[in-house]
Antibody
Framework: QITLKESGPTLVKPTQTLTLTCTFS??????????VGWIRQPPGKALEWIAL???????RYNPSLNSRLTISKDTSNKQAVLTMTNVDPADTGTYYC???????????WGQGTLVTVSS | EIVLTQSPATLSLSPGERATLSCRAS??????LAWYQQKPGQAPRLLIH???NRATGIPARFSGSGSGTDFTLTISSLEPEDFAVYYC???????????FGPGTKVDIK
């Protein structure tokens, strides 16, 4: 059974750096074809894909956020880490991580973690 | 950048009725399209991938169709637990980039 769980701060001040960790089980990020993605959702709004890292360390970023993002993996600890610099209140929302394993799509998802950007 | 539009924004139906949701891409995505269901306070759940393939454990009342730029999610007979928001999502084949549509809310009439 594949599970994922997001962790990180619930409150971040504007201009600070946000670091989120996705801890997963049931698969390995060293297996060919496997990836972990991050998706966010502002309150009451639609989903937005942020970033994705593959088993071979290939990294993909949403072009609109690219300059502020870094995604990395810790295979042995079964984690994927997302860093977002210079956060703004517009970055407030629920952040999800999701697996790309049995299909090339996001499945399953973690429960999400709510991040508020406010001074 | 490929943009997805979904229609209608809201669909008001009764249990037992048929729901037809549309997703249109600004350029061809071939069959690289998925549908997700999201209930209040929950994470999204994959329903359909590659336009017409049901994900594991998804009931047969959910079906997807289409290719190129026009896609449809059909719920043949709405169950009470199907009232939710539905998102379509595309992925570029290469480089792999992903976008979501704005969602369609299916609520109880």
């Amino acid at each position: 059974q594949i599970t994922l769980k997001e962790s990180g701060p619930t409150l971040v001040k504007p201009t600070q750096t946000l670091t989120l960790t996705c801890t997963f089980s049931g698969f390995s990020l060293s297996t060919s074809g496997v990836g972990v993605g991050w998706i966010r959702q502002p309150p009451g709004k639609a989903l937005e894909w942020i970033a994705l890292i593959y088993w071979d360390d290939d990294k993909r970023y949403n072009p609109s956020l690219n300059s502020r993002l870094t995604i990395s993996k810790d295979t042995s600890n079964k984690q994927a880490v997302l860093t977002m610099t210079n956060v703004d209140p517009a970055d407030t929302g629920t952040y999800y991580c999701a697996a790309v394993v049995t299909t090339d799509w996001f499945h399953p998802w973690g429960q999400g973690t709510l991040v508020t950007v406010s001074s | 950048e490929i943009v997805l539009t979904q229609s209608p924004a809201t669909l008001s139906l009764s249990p037992g009725e048929r729901a037809t949701l549309s997703c249109r891409a600004s350029q061809s995505v071939s069959s690289y399209l998925a549908w997700y269901q999201q209930k209040p306070g929950q994470a999204p759940r994959l329903l359909i991938h590659d336009a017409s393939n049901r994900a594991t454990g998804i009931p047969a009342r959910f079906s997807g169709s289409g290719s190129g730029t026009d896609f449809t999610l059909t719920i043949s007979s709405l169950e009470p637990e199907d009232f939710a928001v539905y998102y379509c999502q595309q992925r570029n084949n290469w480089p792999p980039l992903f976008t979501f549509g704005p969602g369609t809310k299916v609520d109880i009439k």
